[in-house]
Nanobody, 116 residues
Framework: QVQLVESGGGAVQAGESLRLSCTVS????????MGWYRQAPGKDRVFLGK???????TYSDAIKGHFTISRDNTQSTTWLETFNLVPEDTARYYCKTEMRIGQNHWGQGTQVTVSS
C-alpha cells in the first residue's frame, strides 16, 4: 500500500520559514518524480513544483525563488522549504507522486497558516 505522509506545517508569523516534509512508503521512491501542491481556503488546488528522481526541481512561476524542493532517496522523503512566508501562503500543502504511467497518490496534506 502506497502511503505519503506530510508533516512540518504550523502557524507562523509573516516573514518566517517552514520546512515541509513528505515521506513515502510502499513504493520504490528512488524512481519517483514528486510534486508539491497547495490549496487555499475556497480555492482550487494548485501546482507548486516538482522534483525528478535525480533531484532536479522545477517550479511554477508563482513560487520561483520563494520555495525550494529537495529530496533524499535514502530517506524516501521530499521537502518543500518555504521562505519569507506571507499570509497569502496560508493553505494546505500536499505532495503527490508524479508517475507518467499508473496511478498517482496524494498525501493527506499539512496545514500552513501565516499571520501578519
Amino acid at each position: 500500500q502506497v502511503q505519503l505522509v506530510e508533516s512540518g506545517g504550523g502557524a507562523v508569523q509573516a516573514g518566517e520559514s517552514l520546512r515541509l516534509s513528505c515521506t513515502v512508503s510502499g513504493i520504490d521512491f528512488r524512481q519517483l518524480p514528486m510534486g508539491w501542491y497547495r490549496q487555499a481556503p475556497g480555492k482550487d488546488r494548485v501546482f507548486l513544483g516538482k522534483i525528478n528522481n535525480l533531484g532536479v526541481a522545477t517550479y511554477s512561476d508563482a513560487i520561483k525563488g520563494h520555495f525550494t524542493i529537495s529530496r533524499d532517496n535514502t530517506q524516501s522523503t521530499t521537502w518543500l522549504e518555504t521562505f519569507n512566508l506571507v499570509p497569502e501562503d496560508t493553505a494546505r500543502y500536499y505532495c503527490k507522486t508524479e508517475m507518467r504511467i499508473g496511478q498517482n497518490h496524494w498525501g493527506q496534506g499539512t496545514q500552513v497558516t501565516v499571520s501578519s
